[in-house]
């Protein structure tokens, strides 16, 4: 089946703020300057924009992003639920309007001063009303198991018992996505390799999870420029095609704790998410040429790999062994270093270095021009895109 | 009990006696009506100088008519109402969740002045319950009683309807304990979010019980208003074994919380009737707390009051 969504509009501007651990200027300051930094780059005026699209816990409201950057008429706004997890519903939602004609330049962003000034991994703290969303959390923070890792880390604990993958596979994805920063000059982590030993050696998070198996906290936004396929032809930059976008939650869906469903190693979201993009595209595992998969934990970059069809279930270990996320590997992964090496910006940013991938100006450039695979965060309601060139 | 049985069953009592009726322990009396005069500020001397009572064209001193109901008062007991004094119309409510009670109005009628030597007998009649109510206390139902005041002679003197409401309370969300210094606990123990749809299972905890809902034999956790399977929105609450199986488990290094130690084992158990849960281990070494050990519940009361389960290696 190919959608009727596939190839009806393209990313055609990418901006973004440095990625830092103190931006030192607001949140709303550090959209603003990723947006217009996207503008320029698909050579779209501001007054262009009518649409805008985020997801939760990105703080900036769309009419204070509308208003600063002198937009006249917002004919479409919408925020998707489940951080991470929603990256790539935004590029969804913004194809889907221009697809429609509901709008003709949506703006998707996420700007966050996530390190100076929540901070995630520091824990849960409920809201002081209950609801449905609080009282989830009751099952697990009065036990301690309170930060994203820790809920991360329940499902790796199993997914290590039945697959035999070890605390070194873990490792192996965060080697790769170093190793892929060391290149990048906007990365946080720009020339600082690791090794798999010190992998190995850094302290525990969350027993099976080392520090070198958590992405960052950072600060800094990421802005991404979606409009017809049409309009496209005509702009500055190499449109990068949204061939197909999804979305996924299933299988007793639970936010990070999805502990009640049969198989706890598996991600059934992911698994939606892989049969819509592929369907929708039209491609297959083998026809991916790089991906940027979401890597807030790594343990979840291995269970992906088999979403996607990439490795067996229970086999990544082995794709992984081989080397294969790494560049001239069977599918470089995270080639901006990822969220482990280049920056938390909850993996907007991962679309635009798959946007970079489409255009041929990543610093660690994969030959070819097949399709790009990129997804959203793991554990909780996800998306993906499959990018391709026009 | 579905909200409809229980207005119905609650129904059947209207018109029907709520309780036995009640005599006074005591006739009307002058010490009494002295007493209760002084406390309410009354001054009129009618009903305390039989001269002055007897200028009003009375025989002599008479009780205030608003004292209707005092002479029957069910005696104060510090540890509340026997069973014989309460109404099985308003149980119905209490065993259905609605443990609230507060009185709303009361109108009383007077047929003649009571006088000292009477003795009086009061009989409670359920003359109304409401339809559901949203009120600012709570979800509940108004029941109206109406109490038929006698003589020893069975003649009627007084009337007096009471309206109550039942409800349930909105839900009080539990709040740290202070520290023995008298300030506010700076690092109380994680609170849960207590909803409509889970205060059973928290409840069942503070009673050192592990409940799960339970739909035609199907068990579920964490609770939620609708099994998935029937659609339904009734469910029944089962107590679990408490016995299982490790599923899987982390050791917390970081963050780090006030009352906890660390390394921290967490894990995830199977219980026996197929449901899982999240816990803590008590007294077993990390190294002991493997995927696939035995386990079996226990409680732990982390503050005052405020009880959790956790598991012990089998």
């Known amino acids: 089946m190919s959608g009727t969504l596939s190839g009806k509009a393209a990313i055609v501007g990418i901006g973004a703020t440095e990625f830092s651990k103190n931006s030192g200027r607001s949140e709303l300051r550090l959209a603003v300057e990723a947006i217009t930094t996207a503008l320029e780059d698909a050579g779209i005026d501001r007054e262009e924009v009518d649409g805008l699209s985020t997801f939760t816990m990105d703080n900036n409201p769309e009419i204070e992003v509308f208003r600063n950057i002198g937009g006249k008429s917002l004919k479409f706004f919408s925020r998707v639920h489940y951080g991470g997890g929603a990256a790539c519903a935004p ?31 520091s824990g849960y703290t409920p809201p002081p009303v209950p609801n449905a969303e609080s009282a989830h959390y ?21 997914y290590m018992y039945e697959s035999g993958a070890t605390s070194e596979d873990f490792g192996r994805v965060s080697v790769a996505c170093r190793r892929h920063a060391a290149n990048n000059p906007n990365a946080w982590f720009y020339e600082q390799p690791i090794t798999l030993e010190e992998h190995q050696q850094s302290r525990w998070i969350v027993e099976p999870l080392h520090l070198l198996d958590c992405c960052q906290e950072s600060d800094g936004a990421q802005a991404i420029v979606v409009t017809s396929a049409e309009r496209a032809k005509k702009l500055r930059q190499p ?16 936010m990070m704790t999805s ?33 940027t998969l979401y890597d807030h934990f790594t ?33 470089p992964v995270n080639t901006n270093g990822g969220q482990l090496g280049e920056a938390y910006i ?45 | 009990m579905t909200d409809d049985s229980l207005l119905a069953q609650a129904r059947e009592w209207v018109g029907r006696a709520a ?66 004094e309460g109404m099985a119309v308003l149980n119905l409510f209490d065993e259905a969740g609605y443990t609230g009670v507060v009185a709303t109005n009361t109108r ?23 339809d559901e109510k949203r009120t600012a206390l709570g979800i509940g139902h108004f029941v109206t009683l109406r109490y038929e005041f006698t003589d020893a002679s069975d003649e009627r003197v007084g009337r007096m309807t009471f309206r109550v409401l039942k409800f349930k309370p909105n839900l009080a969300q539990p709040k740290a304990e202070a520290t023995e210094e008298g300030g506010e606990n700076k690092f109380p123990h994680p609170r849960p979010a207590i909803t409509h749809d889970n205060a059973f299972y928290w409840e069942g905890l503070s009673n050192r019980k592990l409940l799960f809902q339970s739909t035609d034999g199907r068990l579920r956790h964490p609770p939620g208003p609708m099994d998935p399977v029937s659609g339904s929105l009734e469910f029944d609450v089962v107590e679990s074994s408490g016995r299982g199986t490790i599923h899987s488990f982390v050791v917390m290094h970081q963050p780090r919380l006030p009352g906890f130690e660390y390394p921290l084992p967490v894990v995830l158990v199977e219980l026996e009737e197929g449901v899982r849960l999240v816990a803590n281990v008590l007294d077993a070494d990390p190294k002991e707390v493997e995927i696939g050990r035995k386990v079996e519940v226990d409680f732990v009361e982390v503050e005052p009051g405020y009880i959790l389960p956790a598991f012990r290696l089998s």
């Open chain 1, 259 to 291: 502990y009640y469903r049969e198989d706890i190693t598996r991600l059934s979201e992911m698994d939606l998410v892989a049969e819509q993009l592929y369907a929708q595209a039209g491609v297959k595992a083998a026809d991916i040429r790089t991906a």
């Open chain 2, 108 to 130: 009383q009628e007077y047929d003649r002045y009571l006088v000292p030597g009477d003795v009086i007998t009061s009989t409670p009649i359920v003359d109304d319950v409401s």
């Open chain 1, 346 to 390: 909850h993996g907007m940013n991962g679309i635009a270095e798959g946007v970079r991938q489409v255009r041929g100006t990543s610093v660690n450039q994969v030959p070819g021009d097949g399709p790009v695979l990129v997804t959203a965060g793991t554990g909780v309601p996800t998306s993906g895109l499959i990018l391709g060139p026009a």
């Open chain 1, 91 to 121: 590029i969804m939602q913004a194809a889907m309007a221009v697809a429609t004609g509901v709008a003709e330049v949506v703006v998707c962003y996420r700007a966050m001063n996530e390190r100076s000034q929540y901070r995630f991994g």
């Open chain 1, 239 to 254: 449109p990068a095609i949204i061939r197909a976008a999804a979305q996924g939650a299933a299988d007793d869906q639970q």
């Open chain 1, 299 to 331: 343990p979840y970059v291995l269970t992906q790999l088999e979403a996607f069809g990439f490795a067996p279930k229970g086999q990544a270990k082995e794709f992984v062994r081989e080397g294969n996320l790494e560049i001239g590997g069977r599918l």
């Open chain 1, 138 to 158: 009751g099952y697990y923070v009065p036990f301690g198991l309170l930060s994203p890792a820790s809920w991360v880390a329940m499902a790796a604990q199993r």
């Open chain 2, 19 to 84: 309780n036995q009726p009640a005599t006074a322990r005591d006739p009307v009396n002058v010490p009494m009506i002295r007493r209760w005069c002084e406390a309410m500020g009354e001054t009129n001397a009618i009903y305390f100088d039989e001269s002055a009572a007897q200028a009003a064209g009375h025989p002599g001193i008479v009780a205030p008519p608003a004292m209707l109901e005092v002479w029957t008062m069910a005696p104060y007991r510090p540890g509340g109402r026997t069973a014989e």
